[in-house]
């Protein structure tokens, strides 16, 4: 079992920056890829970015790369996401996901094996 918790949300203006963390417990997977999605209201949960425990390359949707950055410190067993130039577009609950076996570095929910509760990001002036 793994338990995944968010911390670093919250309200920010447009052009700010946030840093998200999600602390893992539990089981440790050699394999294992952690991903950041998002969910705005009236719309489906989203990938925004993935990172391999043991890999140096990283994955981003369109929308967020070159402001999004996916890091792991595996020591710490956490994950971050920093986020710079917020757009009010990125307003959404953030949630990082881990995969246990990535073979590949999926996109989708349902490639994903424990979520945490997810953290509430909003981007307004």
């Known amino acids: 079992q793994v338990q995944l918790v968010e911390s670093g949300g919250g309200l920010v203006q447009p052009g700010g920056s946030l840093r998200l963390a999600c602390a893992a417990s539990?089981?440790?997977?050699?394999?294992?890829?952690m991903g950041w999605f998002r969910q705005a209201p009236g719309k489906e949960r989203e990938f925004v970015a993935a990172r391999r425990r043991s890999g140096l390359t990283a994955y981003y949707a369109d929308s967020v790369k070159g402001r999004f950055t996916i890091s792991r410190d595996n020591a710490k067993n956490t994950a971050y996401l920093q986020m710079n130039s917020l757009k009010p577009e990125d307003t959404a609950v953030y949630h990082c996901?881990?995969?246990?076996?990535?073979?590949?570095?999926?996109?989708?929910?349902?490639?994903?094996?424990?979520w945490g509760q997810g953290t509430q990001v909003t981007v307004s002036s």
């Open positions: 539990g089981r440790t997977y050699s394999r294992s890829v």
């Open positions: 996901a881990l995969a246990t076996d990535g073979l590949r570095v999926g996109i989708r929910p349902l490639e994903y094996d424990y």
